[in-house]
């Protein structure tokens, strides 16, 4: 299961940090990540942290966004600064224990989402 949290209302150039709770086997480890879906767009991926532990991030957040999870507490984090318009949608954080090598940020990889939360940005 998972559940994001940390969303909200904020100026352009404001910063927000969205958390997201995995519970579940903790046996496995698992590709992690975010993912946005705007008014009228296909959702896309953010920013994932793999297997490995190595992190990905979409063109348009790097420099801008950072991922990063605590495995004490199951949680995952977007830190999300110098935020825009553009970046306005619903934030969902998704796992899987599976993903093809090179498509960390392809949304069709992951079979657990979250309920997201939505990042509003003006």
């Known amino acids: 299961q998972l559940v994001e949290s940390g969303g909200g209302s904020v100026q352009a150039g404001g910063s927000l940090r969205l958390s997201c709770e995995i519970t579940?086997?903790?046996?496995?480890?698992?590709?992690v990540g975010w993912f946005r879906q705007g008014p009228g767009k296909e959702r896309e991926g953010v920013a994932v942290?793999?297997?490995?532990?190595?992190?990905s991030y979409a063109d348009s957040v790097k420099g801008r966004f950072t991922i990063s999870q605590d495995n004490a507490k199951n949680t995952l984090y977007l830190q999300m600064n110098s935020l825009k318009p553009e970046d306005t949608a619903m934030y969902y954080c998704?796992?899987?224990?599976?993903?093809?090598?090179?498509?960390?940020?392809?949304?069709?990889?992951?079979?657990?989402w979250g309920q997201g939360t939505q990042v509003t940005v003006s």
């Open positions: 998704a796992a899987d224990s599976v993903v093809l090598p090179g498509r960390e940020l392809e949304a069709s990889e992951y079979s657990y």
């Open positions: 579940g086997n903790t046996d496995v480890t698992y590709c």
């Open positions: 942290i793999d297997n490995d532990g190595g992190t």
